[in-house]
């Protein structure tokens, strides 16, 4: 069996802590593992055998998913850039296309990058019990067993009460409230967990039968795709042709060959705050918080601070959330609408909706801790045996000052080593290239000055890790 994950999502609903380039599931909210981690490690320790899944990730997160894996020993058998979004339809068909093109028909287990599960036991039995069915050409959806009436789910619809897999009778869309009070008195209704188990060939005439469109784009932008490192790149142009669709609207509503596994595991999607503040560990009053956090006469509160002291007074069921440029604070009950706010970052262009301050980039990262009308101050931080790309910039100058660690620094046709105190100049127009030759993180500041100073500013003549020029990354 081999594990899908889809990795695409940009898990709005968990800002300021989730952004575009760096979304909910490469982020730890609890113990520490991120969610995507968690997934792989929850895989691992329910498989026999190496894990080698088959991983569908933004083209703009590739370096996270490479890095998350390399973190565990885990090595993807295939790591599939979307190079646009175009939901799960389009993401799970290229995964078995993919899997496909290996030669074997393999049963796939397609799984969400960021849900979070209690019981382990109950989730090895589930797939158990779903992979007979799959292995008889049937698409295999698990059921999750609702414990309250939820209107941000949709529903599945079976015949009996039952603990054993059946057919599915209907997909059902999210209720009111009302409504999904009657599904869970009924018994016979179960949330949609967005888990699949199918064999690779069934998923595939489906795909035919049902969304013939969207499997044609796909096997284009898999025939056009270029393998980069450990990468494959889907050809732009073909995949944007794929209607964007979710796998519930092209295949799970119109097949009859849909059968659903019923799933007690202690699921939760992590899809807002509310749902951080249930899986986190609480005190008496009922509140749950990360980092350094001080509450008084404040109940059923999720507090995370990530770069200075919080202190809540005399509030119930909040949400206050703290990054190094952003403080959100919600009512809990009002969590799902914190993509509201998202939406109108991005109508007024500010950047706080796709980047931290903090960038990670697959040799390091940096913070931009000042910055004003003609100048900007990063501190940056090079992993090991990593280095940036050979560049230069038109319109600014940069002060390189060595905090810790080694510096190898090409300035033209000169090549200097620097440790720690000693600094550099690079003229505007001066190709250049950092590199950490030594086996400590290199740490320095990097003082910009010129009359424009944006991260397209670059001019990139080699780069080890495949990034275009026109790629706004330094």
Known sequence: ????????????????????????????????????????????????????????????????????????????????????????????????????????????????????????????EAFEKGAPAARDGRI???????????????????ADKSNEIQPVQAFVEKPDL????????????????????FQASSMLAQLREHAPQVLAAVEAALSNAKE????TRLDMLSFAAAENISIDYAVMERSDQVSVVPLDAGWNDVGSWSAVWEIADKDAQGNASRGDVMLESTSNAYVHAEHRMVTVLGLDDVIVVETADAVMVAAKDKSQDVK??????????????????KVY?????????????????????????????VQM????????????????????DKELLLTENQSTYIPVGIVHALENPGKIPLEMIEVQSGTYLGEDDIVRFEDRYGRLVAEKAC
């Open 1 to 124: 069996m081999i594990p899908v994950i889809l990795s695409g999502g940009s898990g709005s609903r968990l800002w300021p802590l989730s952004r575009a380039m760096h979304p909910k599931q490469f982020l730890t909210l609890s113990g520490d593992q991120s969610l995507f981690q968690s997934t792989l490690s929850r895989l691992a320790g329910i498989q026999d055998g190496p894990l080698t899944p088959i991983v569908v990730s933004n083209e703009d997160h590739r370096f996270l998913v490479a890095e998350q894996c390399r973190a565990l020993n885990i090595n993807p058998q295939a790591i599939l850039l979307e190079p646009i979004g175009r939901n799960t339809a389009p993401a799970i068909a290229a995964a078995v296309v993919k899997a496909l093109a290996t030669g074997k028909d393999e049963l796939l287990l397609v799984l969400p990058a960021d849900h979070v599960f209690d019981d382990l036991d109950a989730l090895r």
């Open 140 to 158: 295999v959806t698990f059921g999750i067993v609702p414990n309250k009436a939820e209107t941000g789910y949709g529903y599945i619809r079976v």
């Open 178 to 197: 009302a409504t999904a009070e009657q599904y869970v008195a009924d018994g016979r209704y179960y949330w949609n967990s967005g888990m699949f188990l």
């Open 228 to 231: 980069d490192m450990d990468f």
């Open 340 to 357: 509201l706010l998202v939406d109108r970052i991005k109508q007024s262009a500010r950047t706080e909706a796709t980047n931290h301050r």
């Open 361 to 389: 980039r697959p040799w390091g990262a940096y913070d931009s801790i000042d910055n004003g009308p003609r100048y900007q101050v990063k501190r940056i931080t090079v992993s090991p045996g990593q280095k940036l790309s």
């Open 393 to 412: 910039h038109h319109h600014r100058a940069e002060h390189w000052i060595v905090v810790t660690g080694t510096a190898k620094v090409s300035l033209g």
